[in-house]
């Protein structure tokens, strides 16, 4: 279990110079399930980076879940500029697909790629070593290629990693020999090599690029309204408040806007032409948050407030009062 000195939240230290702190060390029994909203696990990301007495580090690594959801968005916020994102896929087409919106979410954000990694990338037989393609390969260099960050390398299926892994080993230790540790400290390698950039590889064409992404670093939030309060339903507003913050989540812009005759569907690829990126609502449709996911915008539904502003930024300092979705049909 995680201990408390003072203030500040004590790590695991699960092997020599590794220390870890997770909420599942915070849960009696490993089927406790943790239920809640966006605010209270952005509360919790916050205390678990600033909060825990880490002591002198030379990496800090979050493991995210998959998705461009709030936990990713939090961790984003709470590190700013000196966060890094590496992005981990598995090599056939349906997966890059879902992986390409955490690209854009990480260029919406400002956030920069360190690389992709191509995950369960062929499969070493355990008897006869020989690898096997099962899922495709070359999905993950694909797809770094296509938007011109660091291939990292590839990964494959392998018995002895699972096992490592049940066992609380660390396999490149265990298992230094192996091709797969190998390819581990290969990037590794690549990760804190010399052709660095704020520590972190950066390929020569993707210089421009995060040039252009730190002119970017900027979020702009919708909130539907009526009378200059959050309205409860999404569709029938009567203006929505648009609000920049930067990349310390500070707000530094808030104006008004008159939406077009409502008809169904047009909302939100409008809001996302004006460059928003997050709506936050009393009640929305599920045909309106599908639309704004296939326009990458995000949506929080259920918010509770009075003042766009406000409501902002409560959801910002994870404080936000989140209830049922009041337009939910």
């Known amino acids: 279990m995680i201990g408390v000195k003072g203030d500040d939240i004590l790590p695991i230290e699960c092997y020599a110079n590794i220390n870890v702190v997770s909420m599942a060390l915070l849960l009696q029994n490993t089927e406790q399930a943790v239920i809640w909203r966006g605010p209270m696990k952005a509360t919790v990301i916050r205390q678990f980076v600033q909060n825990v007495a880490w002591g002198k580090l030379d990496y800090l690594v979050v493991d995210c879940p998959p998705g461009t959801g709030d936990e990713p968005l939090s961790v984003?916020?709470?590190?700013g500029k000196k966060a890094r994102a590496v992005i981990v896929t598995t090599p056939q087409e349906v997966a890059t697909i879902d992986v390409e919106k955490c690209i854009t979410f990480c260029n919406q954000l400002g956030l920069p790629?360190?690389?992709?990694?191509?995950n369960m990338s062929g499969f070493i037989c355990p008897h006869c070593g020989k690898e096997s393609d099962i899922f495709s390969r070359g999905g993950g260099e694909k797809l770094a290629e296509r938007f011109a960050v660091p291939f990292l390398g590839r990964v494959p299926i392998e018995v002895d990693i699972a096992k490592s892994g049940d066992e609380g080993k660390p396999y490149v230790f265990y298992y230094a020999k192996s091709e797969t540790s190998k390819r581990f400290d290969e990037m590794v390698k690549k990760l804190s090599g010399n052709n660095v950039e704020g520590n972190v590889?950066?390929?020569?064409?993707?210089?421009?690029h995060k040039?252009?992404?730190?002119k970017e670093m900027t979020m702009k939030f919708a909130v539907p309204t009526n009378g200059g309060k959050l309205c409860a339903h999404f569709g029938h507003c009567e203006s929505f408040a648009l609000i920049d913050t930067d990349e310390k989540g500070a707000i530094t812009k808030e104006t008004y806007v008159t939406p077009p005759p409502h008809e169904p569907g047009l909302l939100p690829p409008w809001l996302s032409q004006q460059g928003v990126n997050f709506v936050i609502a009393g009640?929305?449709?599920?045909?309106?948050?599908?639309l704004f996911a296939e326009n990458n915008v995000k949506v929080?539904?259920?918010a509770?407030?009075?003042?766009?502003?406000?409501?902002?930024?409560?959801?910002?300092?994870?404080?936000l009062k989140t209830g049922a979705n009041t337009c939910d049909h």
């Open 283 to 290: 009640g929305m449709g599920a045909r309106a948050q599908q």
């Open 300 to 302: 929080v539904t259920g």
């Open 201 to 208: 590889p950066v390929a020569k064409e993707n210089r421009e």
């Open 113 to 118: 790629i360190a690389g992709i990694v191509e």
């Open 211 to 214: 040039l252009e992404q730190k």
């Open 304 to 319: 509770q407030g009075e003042y766009p502003k406000e409501v902002v930024e409560n959801y910002l300092k994870g404080t």
């Open 76 to 79: 984003a916020q709470i590190l």
